[in-house]
């Protein structure tokens, strides 16, 4: 076990690494000069130049890979080309409400998912199962933009229920996490589903209800804590989903995490700023994945490592 | 349902609203307001500062020699108390005002104007606006790293700062007015380093008390501010991150006192429609103007006949239409705020048959294959659209590039990539309402290099001498002279035609009932967006 964990600290390592070589590459290549953006519409030639010089940004590739990337084994993500502020303090700043819109959003991707897909798996093939089944593939494929300004409009501009923007209070968390939570809501819902169609045709099951069980005893003891298992190992990959997501829920909701940082970095080519967010997120979906791998086998001892 | 339930309230408020002060001068003071932006603030620090956002932010934490007449573009004095002029137009000399202290207690000296000239055009500072002080003399010495000190700058004694400039320059006074001249203290730029832009102190109205990264930042009365009776608000809590839309519904709520941003076009319509709203709409101009830039460098813009075509194919009161009216159409470069534009110059007429014509005498009668350029955000890719059709009319096919703002920047820079360029969402915004603002960057030869602004790449080497003939008489008095010289430079341009001029935007923004003042300073021509100094509150008075 511990060789195996050992070896997929290993590669993610590596992956951090593939992935910082690919966005510094892109952000290179893009046809837009950082010198000249800082610099303004009305610096002259020498001043562009002189801002690339300081920056480094005159110097080749491998070499300003290399320095950044010497940089970021120290801990040191760089300044701001344009906000000049650290970019370490900038994320630190807004990391706190990412990771908190993230958890919300788990939270109701799980009590929504998790009961419709009970609710489905109990009365199969009835209208209720086939309603929740359009409801779940609408909600997994609807544009998370749309559905925030949809919330946005009726729970908060038409009926007053929450506040239209901001953040704070707990009050400002449901509607972002809300959407954010909607669309794997839908994808728990299936698999919740089929999950415990799976686990009630199960001979254990069979046996309790001849051994006279009540239905609700054999629901809450026997079915749905078997049939969720498989579930819970899932919510590592979810943070990845999370993190395409959050650049637009926080845009639509004014939520002061690093979706919208990186927003406003990419709109003004802030180099520093969209490699460190890029790399922060990069970090979270590596090391959620490795988290789903390591508790996937210790809800079901059936998942052997090799 | 929405408009039953606030009625009362605003009408309460217009009640109480009905003896109010019309000038700022006789407002009570007290209150505060919260202010919302679509973007961060990026920095304070008035050297490095260039967004929509921080601009007016910084002119009240900090102040220059010279300032604006609040709501207008006419120059007064600031921390100078008064200047005299050398008879050879070179040397000004500024006495300064007595008694004005930072906002850290210390008073501000001759010393801290030179430091902060020196610092703002230092290589190292990076500043965005040291090209404006090119005129000072030593500033070539200091821009290339030979020197550290600009040596046209001498401090007389505390109170008394010289400024001998290489050329008489006529915007001089202008660029002591814009915020990269703002006065810094010494020893808190050099506490705080790179960081003084989360740091900043100055001395003006606001202080900053706080900021929250990514979530809002709030100004406090400066008590010690020199001029009296100034601000009028106790506080201004700034929101950033809101859309504009967002930041409407608020403020209809009653959640917003002032969307940074103003009335976004998809809203327009429908607040100007509101009944208890649409008073409180103020509209003003803007010294701007969105053209269409034909590249003279990369055939067939090079040719005169295909370029004054296009300037006659194109509607531009259809475009003035696709965003619902929020401009007045253009015939020129200046926008008609500026002094220097010609009221009575007719431009080129609407002709598309003409146009044809001129196409086929210049050897396109089958018309040709072009790109258009244009800066992907709404209402941009529309606007685009409208002036691919004007072109489709007359026979030229124009596939349209829509791109981020940087890469159309970037297209625009190179000499060989973009022959037409649609100048929205980056036209220029004058740094300070003199006509030679709208020259040099964007016109002029200097700006028809590598990484440049002047897209068109037009390059008139006799109009670059005139323009530095009009920019040396500094004598007050010649003033209508060095007008009409401007005003014959841009006619001239438009006879060579290397833009087609389509409209001067119009500023649309809103005020709640909660904060009042004079509707210009709204719409502030110079303190953009907003002269916070001079808004009071209602509830106060």
């Known amino acids: 076990m511990s060789v195996h964990l050992l070896r997929r600290v290993v590669e993610s390592l590596l992956i951090l690494l593939g992935i910082s070589v690919v966005t510094f590459l892109l952000l290179y290549l893009l046809p837009a000069d950082p010198a000249r953006q800082i610099a303004g519409r009305s610096a002259t030639v020498q001043t562009v130049e002189n801002i690339r010089e300081q920056l480094g940004l005159n110097l080749p590739l491998y070499q300003q890979y290399w320095h950044y990337l010497t940089n970021l084994l120290q801990g040191d993500l760089g300044r701001s080309y344009l906000q000049k502020t650290e970019v370490s303090e900038l994320i630190a700043a807004r990391l706190p409400a990412t990771l908190l819109l993230m958890a919300g959003a788990i939270v109701c991707e799980l009590i929504i998912g998790l009961t419709l897909g009970v609710i489905s798996a109990l009365w199969r093939n009835s209208r209720t199962d086939r309603v929740l089944t359009v409801l779940s593939f609408t909600s997994v494929s609807a544009p998370q933009f749309v559905i925030g300004i949809l919330l946005l409009y009726v729970f908060a501009v038409k009926l007053h229920w929450a506040p239209i923007s901001g953040y704070g209070t707990f009050a400002h968390l449901v509607l972002p996490a809300l959407t954010l939570g909607i669309l794997g809501a839908g994808w728990y819902a299936r698999m919740m589903r089929s999950s415990m169609i799976d686990v009630l045709e199960k001979d254990y099951v069979r046996t309790a209800r001849s051994k006279g069980l009540s239905r609700g005893r054999i629901l809450f003891r026997h079915v749905i804590p078997n049939a969720i298992l498989p579930i819970i190992a899932m919510i590592g990959i979810d943070i990845g989903m999370f993190m395409s997501g959050i650049v637009v829920v926080e845009s639509v909701f004014s939520w002061p995490g690093i979706g919208q940082l990186a927003w406003q970095a990419i709109q003004r080519v802030d180099i520093p700023i969209i490699m460190g967010v890029t790399l922060v997120s990069a970090c979270a979906i590596v090391v959620g994945n490795l988290l789903a791998d390591m508790v996937a086998p210790l809800v079901d001892p059936r998942i052997r490592v090799r | ?541």
């Open chain 2, 1 to 541: 349902m929405k408009k039953h339930l606030l009625a009362p309230v605003a009408l309460a408020v217009l009640g109480l609203a009905a003896p109010l002060p019309l000038l700022a001068d006789d407002a009570a003071n007290g209150g505060s307001m919260i202010v919302t932006y679509k973007d961060d603030v990026s920095t304070l620090d008035p050297a490095i500062g260039y967004d929509w956002q921080n601009w007016s932010m910084i002119k009240s934490l900090f102040d220059g020699l010279m300032d604006y007449k609040p709501g207008t573009t006419e120059l007064v004095s600031d921390l100078a108390e008064s200047h005299t002029l050398s008879d050879d137009g070179l040397t000004y000399t500024f006495t300064l005002r007595e008694g004005v202290t930072f906002h850290n207690g210390r008073v501000m000296t001759a010393e801290d104007v030179k430091y902060s000239l020196d610092r703002v055009t230092n290589p190292e500072t990076q500043s965005p606006g040291a090209g404006f002080f090119g005129s000072i003399a030593g500033f070539d010495a200091v821009a290339s790293g030979e020197a550290d000190s600009l040596s046209g700058v001498t401090v007389v004694d505390p109170q008394t700062i010289s400024i001998t400039l290489s050329r008489p320059d006529a915007t001089f006074l202008h660029v002591m007015a814009i915020n990269f001249s703002s006065v810094v203290p010494k020893e808190v730029v050099e506490e705080f380093g790179e960081d003084f832009g989360k740091n900043p102190v100055g001395t003006g109205a606001f202080e900053l008390s706080d900021w929250t990264l990514g979530q809002h930042l709030i100004f406090s009365r400066n008590e010690d501010y020199w001029k009296e009776g100034l601000p009028n608000l106790d506080q201004i809590t700034f929101e950033v991150g809101q859309e504009p839309v967002v930041a409407l519904l608020r403020l209809q709520q009653g959640e917003v006192d002032i969307p940074g941003d103003g009335i976004p076009p998809a809203k327009f319509v429908e607040v100007s429609n509101d009944e208890q709203f649409k008073d409180f709409i103020i509209e003003g101009g803007q010294l701007q103007t969105g053209y269409i830039t034909m590249n003279v460098k990369m055939p067939p813009f090079d040719n005169l006949a295909v370029r004054q075509a296009v300037n006659m194919a194109i509607n531009k009161e259809r475009i003035v239409r696709v965003i619902n009216g929020r401009a007045v159409v253009a015939n020129q470069p200046l926008p008609p705020t500026m002094p220097g534009y010609a009221p009575d110059y007719k431009g080129y007429p609407y002709d598309p048959e003409a146009a044809k014509s001129l196409l086929a005498d210049a050897g396109f009668a089958d018309g040709f294959e072009t790109e258009l350029y244009v800066y992907n955000t709404d209402p941009n890719p529309r606007i685009a659209q409208s002036i691919q059709q004007d072109l489709k009319a007359i026979g030229i096919d124009a596939s349209i590039k829509s791109l981020a703002q940087a890469n159309v920047i970037a297209a625009g820079g190179e000499p060989d990539q973009a022959p037409m360029i649609w100048s929205g969402g980056m036209a220029w915004i004058a740094d300070f309402p003199d006509p030679s603002n709208f020259y040099g960057p964007i016109l002029g030869c200097a700006g028809a290099v590598p990484g440049g602004w002047n897209w068109a790449w037009y390059c008139n080497e006799e109009l670059d001498a005139k323009a530095i003939e009009a920019d040396g008489m500094t004598d007050p008095a010649k003033s209508a002279e060095r007008e009409q010289m401007w005003r014959e430079i841009y006619l001239s341009i438009m006879e060579d035609a290397p833009w087609v001029p389509v409209f001067n935007e119009q500023r649309f923004t809103m005020r709640s009932p909660a904060v009042g003042g004079e509707d210009a300073i709204f719409v502030d021509p110079v303190h953009v967006p907003v002269n916070y100094d001079y808004v009071f509150s209602t509830a106060a008075q």
